[in-house]
């Protein structure tokens, strides 16, 4: 079975400035997409950025980018410039391409953000 | 455009009680999903829809019943309130599997005692 973790359960950054939040997976599939979801006190998840396993080059969302190790099935978030409205717990989440269970999204327990002033 | 709704955003049942909670989506979107969150951890698919008129389980579908008449509507049925099925509900819709850009409801806080 795939399966999701977040080993930080809390992080904190400063106003302006860089965080990475960890995620790594575990999975037999080749061919899966990885997810970031946000989801801020209004409890409303919202997608922050997907990554296709079969695409090298890591995905890019304005302040927000991945760094995706296939072979180490590792899948970080890179938090750039970061602002008092990135505050929120972070999901990261898998689903593989094929196989009966193809709707299903396996997501992790999560990482809280607090963003310092 | 209201995207997803969810009804009610919050409900406390007793224990034996029944519920329905709504949701609906504007989008035309084919695919609808249940998720419930559980303290602490991540989403875990309950039912989903590929369409009006099809349904199947997710991941943890005991105690709950869905149905699919129209393209808009995916309610959950809870028929016997259990302690263990409180939680935090999520519905979510998207317009087609691969184009998995899942949009949310707001959720609905669900307390049963």
């Known amino acids: 079975a795939q399966t999701v973790t977040q080993s930080q359960p809390e992080m904190s950054v400063q106003e302006a400035e860089t965080v990475t939040l960890s995620c790594t997976y575990d999975t037999s599939e080749s061919d899966y997409y990885l997810f970031w979801y946000k989801q801020p006190p209004s409890r409303q998840m919202i997608l922050v950025i997907r990554?296709?396993?079969?695409?090298?080059q890591n995905a890019t969302e304005n302040r927000f980018s991945v760094n995706f190790q296939k072979a180490a099935k590792s899948f970080s978030l890179k938090i750039s410039d970061s602002q008092l409205g990135d505050a929120a717990m972070y999901f990261c989440a898998y689903r593989p391409l094929s196989g009966g269970s193809n709707y299903k999204l396996t997501f992790g327990k999560g990482t809280l953000l607090t963003v310092n002033p | 455009n209201a995207g997803v709704t969810q009804t009610p955003k919050f409900r406390i049942l007793k224990i034996g009680q029944s519920m329905t909670l709504q949701c609906a989506q504007d989008?035309?979107?084919?695919?609808m999903y249940w998720y419930r969150q559980d303290p602490g951890m991540g989403l875990k698919l309950i039912y989903y829809s590929v369409g009006a008129g099809i349904t199947d389980k997710g991941e943890v579908p005991n105690g709950y019943n869905v149905s699919r008449s129209t393209t808009e509507d995916f309610p959950l049925r809870l028929e016997l309130a259990a302690p263990s099925q409180t939680s935090v509900y999520f519905c979510?819709?998207?317009?087609?599997?691969?184009?998995?850009?899942?949009?949310f409801g707001s959720g609905t806080q669900l307390s049963v005692l």
């Open positions: 989008m035309n979107h084919n695919y």
């Open positions: 990554q296709e396993a079969y695409k090298q």
């Open positions: 979510a819709s998207s317009y087609g599997q691969l184009n998995e850009k899942l949009f």
